[in-house]
Nanobody, 131 residues
Framework: DVQLVESGGGSVEAGGSLKLSCRVSGYTYRDYCAGWFRQAPGKSREGLAARDSHGRTSYAESVKGRFTISQDNAKSTLYLQMNNLKPEDSAMYYC??????????????????????????WGQGTQVTVS
């Protein structure tokens, strides 16, 4: 079974940084793409960053230059480094993964963030609060 487990959320002051982690099991790192999403109360889920199996990345405009997605293949762990955090970044953060070619080509060929419906496996979320 595919499992994604996030960690690293917490409370931070505006301007601070956090690094989220997502341990991925059930996939080999070569055959999936992965991404980070967030959802604030009363709002729809928002895609933030995604990465294909070759390390190509795509970002939402709202987080470009502040957030960085990366992966440690040896640890099967996806990361989201978040800098210069703002109160509007407060949300539940989720990692997601998918094995489809569509997911990988959306990142590689179009340079776009795949949509929420592209991802079939999701973590339980980790809360980030910025004050």
């Amino acid at each position: 079974d595919v499992q994604l487990v996030e960690s690293g959320g917490g409370s931070v002051e505006a301007g601070g940084s956090l690094k989220l982690s997502c341990r991925v099991s059930g996939y080999t790192y070569r055959d999936y793409c992965a991404g980070w999403f967030r959802q604030a109360p009363g709002k729809s889920r928002e895609g933030l960053a995604a990465r294909d199996s070759h390390g190509r990345t795509s970002y939402a405009e709202s987080v470009k230059g502040r957030f960085t997605i990366s992966q440690d293949n040896a640890k099967s762990t996806l990361y989201l480094q978040m800098n210069n955090l703002k109160p509007e970044d407060s949300a539940m953060y989720y990692c997601a993964a998918d094995r489809s070619r569509f997911c990988r080509t959306t990142i590689r060929d179009l340079g776009l963030m795949p949509g929420e419906s592209t991802f079939t496996s999701w973590g339980q979320g980790t809360q980030v609060t910025v004050s």
